[in-house]
Structure formats: C-alpha cells, structure tokens
Nanobody, 123 residues
Framework: QVQLVESGGGLVQAGGSLRLSCAASGRTFSSYGMGWFRQAPGKEREFVVAIAVYGANTYYADSVKGRFTISRDNAKNTVYLQMNSLKPEDTAVYYC????????????????WGQGTQVTVSS
C-alpha cells in the first residue's frame, strides 16, 4: 500500500512558477514509477509527466515540454514537479500517481493516487 500526499498548489499569475511535491509513504517508493496528471473542470484527467523508477527516463505531454520538470528523491520518498512559464490553460487539479515497476501515462495504468492539489493560473 502506498499513500500519496501532494502539496504546493496555489494561485499564480500567467508566466509565474510553482513547485508541487508528492510525498509517498512506504519503504518501496523506489520501485514505483511516479507521475502527475491533471484534471480541469468538465474535462477528463490527462497525463502531464512521469518519471521512471530510478529517474533515468522522463516522459512529458507535449503541452508542458520545456516548461515543466519532474524529479524524484528516493531517499525522501518524494517526487517534485517544477512548473515554469505557467499559462491559464494549466489551471487544474494536479494529481500525483504511482505505478509499480512501470510508468503510467494513462489514468488506468496508475496503482495509487493522491488527493490532488489545485493549481490556478490567472491571466
């Protein structure tokens, strides 16, 4: 069992930055691929970014390439999402996701979810 707790969301102006964190419980964090998804009102949950088990590989949605960076610290059981050059269309609830021994790029591939953190980008 893995529990995920996100933090770091908030309100920011367009062009600004935010850093999200996702703290995981359990001693097997290093065996999980980690990722972030987001869901805007009235829309389906969509893939944003993911990082492989030991961080060797990362995967980004085209909409965030060059602006968002995912990283993980296995010693701290934490994954981070640095978001720069934010746009109003980035406004959504951001969810941390964990997938055992693989990377989740679709919502149905995730094994565990956090509760979500709201990111609002004003124009």
């Amino acid at each position: 069992q893995v529990q995920l707790v996100e933090s770091g969301g908030g309100l920011v102006q367009a062009g600004g930055s935010l850093r999200l964190s996702c703290a995981a419980s359990g001693r097997t964090f290093s065996s999980y691929g980690m990722g972030w998804f987001r869901q805007a009102p009235g829309k389906e949950r969509e893939f944003v970014v993911a990082i492989a088990v030991y961080g060797a590989n990362t995967y980004y949605a085209d909409s965030v390439k060059g602006r968002f960076t995912i990283s993980r610290d296995n010693a701290k059981n934490t994954v981070y999402l640095q978001m720069n050059s934010l746009k109003p269309e980035d406004t959504a609830v951001y969810y941390c996701a964990a997938a055992h021994l693989r990377v989740a790029v679709r919502p149905d591939e995730a094994d565990y979810w956090g509760q979500g953190t709201q990111v609002t980008v004003s124009s």
